[in-house]
């Protein structure tokens, strides 16, 4: 059921139709899996929620999503994440790896530290990311995702997030490689 929660909680901010289903899941008035059927994506509307350490919140899918996210942009020279994040144990771990993924993808990730969502929302250069849970138990984590002025991923973004993460792709090499900063 953890796992079913984790692709749930992402699609919460999809529409009420998708509350409604969780709340049949809840109530045990709908198979666990057809919920799935209609919440078949796995990276939408503002992130992705889980245990940490465990799909998707692992090292690799982390650093597979910080690419996958860098590639999806236009390319308009190399992009600025900001990445900010709470003070759970988890965070600075899936920081890393997703940082590791941004710079792989050519990107520069601008590492904030401890910040709250809003300010990363504000602050977010061509992308904002926060590591965070929120009000979920502690061994949970998040990343949540904020474009420019705080919006969150438009759908044409988030598809080609999406089919990206699984993707060979031709890393850059040299000066195309990307930096990670904490300035």
């Known amino acids: 059921v953890t796992e079913i929660g984790a692709v749930l909680d992402i699609a919460l901010d999809r529409s009420v139709e998708n509350i409604l289903w969780i709340t049949f899941m809840y109530l045990g008035l709908v198979p666990l899996w057809v919920?799935?059927?209609?919440?078949?994506?796995?990276?939408?509307?503002d992130?992705?929620?889980?245990?940490?350490?465990?799909?998707?919140?692992?090292?690799?899918t982390v650093r597979r999503l910080g690419a996958a996210l860098v590639r999806a942009l236009?390319?308009?020279?190399?992009?600025?994440?900001?990445?900010?994040?709470?003070?759970?144990?988890?965070?600075?771990?899936?920081?890393e790896a997703?940082?590791?993924g941004v710079v792989a993808a050519g990107g520069n990730a601008i590492l904030a530290g401890v910040l709250p969502t809003p300010a990363v929302a504000l602050l977010a250069l061509d992308l904002?990311?926060?590591?965070?849970a929120s009000h979920n138990p502690w061994r949970d984590n998040g990343i949540k995702f904020f474009t420019r002025g705080g919006h969150k991923l438009g759908?044409?973004?988030e598809d080609a997030v999406e089919s990206r993460l699984g993707e060979p792709w031709d890393r850059p090499t040299g000066a195309a490689v990307g930096r990670v900063t904490d300035d």
């Open 47 to 60: 992130g992705v929620r889980g245990v940490a350490g465990k799909p998707p919140l692992d090292r690799v």
């Open 128 to 132: 904002g990311v926060v590591i965070s």
């Open 98 to 100: 997703f940082a590791r």
């Open 155 to 157: 759908d044409i973004i």
């Open 74 to 95: 236009p390319k308009n020279g190399s992009p600025r994440v900001l990445v900010g994040r709470d003070t759970r144990g988890s965070g600075p771990d899936l920081e």
């Open 35 to 45: 919920p799935i059927v209609f919440l078949i994506r796995s990276f939408v509307v």
